[in-house]
């Protein structure tokens, strides 16, 4: 059966709505910016951001010897394996960009699907037992780390998940345009 044309027209239509769906997007985009704003300030070596540049912002520190990027992926939902893997691709063409010292990488989202939450906890286990264990004691917990990510299909990123990316992922609050969720954030 085909679609009358007043359903096509409907203002429910996605071609309709996709100034409202990306000014969400947009929205979650500059909560968050103003949100990490306080911290990147925080910093002396803060000089710049760019909304919209090789990735969703790039911010700039200059500490005199050395310019450091810090990349930001932007998504204003749930996180899916296959969503991470186009992040993953991206953050891996930025560490290696010639001429950009891409020191941080990352996904700030609502979420994350349950396997990558999973496999996440791990990751930040390892990462706080590293400072504890001694590189000989961590190889069988990596090794641990590096088959559930080849589940995922993610084995061409195991080293940029492990030792680089991170993720900010319970950021439900700011896919509304609320100023309370802001606020409680920043405190």
């Known amino acids: 059966m085909t679609p009358s044309k007043d359903r096509q027209d409907s203002l429910f239509s996605p071609r309709l709505r996709g100034g409202l769906l990306g000014n969400a997007g947009y929205n979650f985009e500059d909560s968050y910016i103003t949100l990490a704003l306080l911290e990147w300030l925080s910093n002396p070596a803060f000089r710049s951001f760019i909304k919209e540049g090789f990735e969703d912002v790039d911010v700039c520190f200059d500490d005199g010897p050395q310019v450091s990027i810090w990349h930001y992926q932007l998504k204003d939902y749930r996180v899916g394996t296959r969503e991470f893997r186009e992040v993953l691709a991206g953050f891996g063409e930025a560490v290696g960009r010639p001429g950009v010292n891409a020191t941080r990488l990352i996904l ?9 939450t999973s496999v996440w906890r791990f990751i930040e286990e390892f990462r706080g037992a590293k400072t504890v264990y001694s590189g000989a004691a961590l ?3 990596r090794a641990d780390l590096e088959a559930q990510i080849d589940k995922l299909k993610l084995t061409d990123w195991a080293d940029l998940i492990i ?3 991170e993720i900010d992922h319970e950021n439900p609050g700011l896919r509304g345009t609320e100023p309370a969720a802001l606020m409680n954030r920043a405190e």
């Open 139 to 141: 190889g069988a917990t």
């Open 108 to 116: 700030a989202c609502t979420g994350l699907a349950p396997d990558l």
């Open 163 to 165: 030792d680089k990316v």
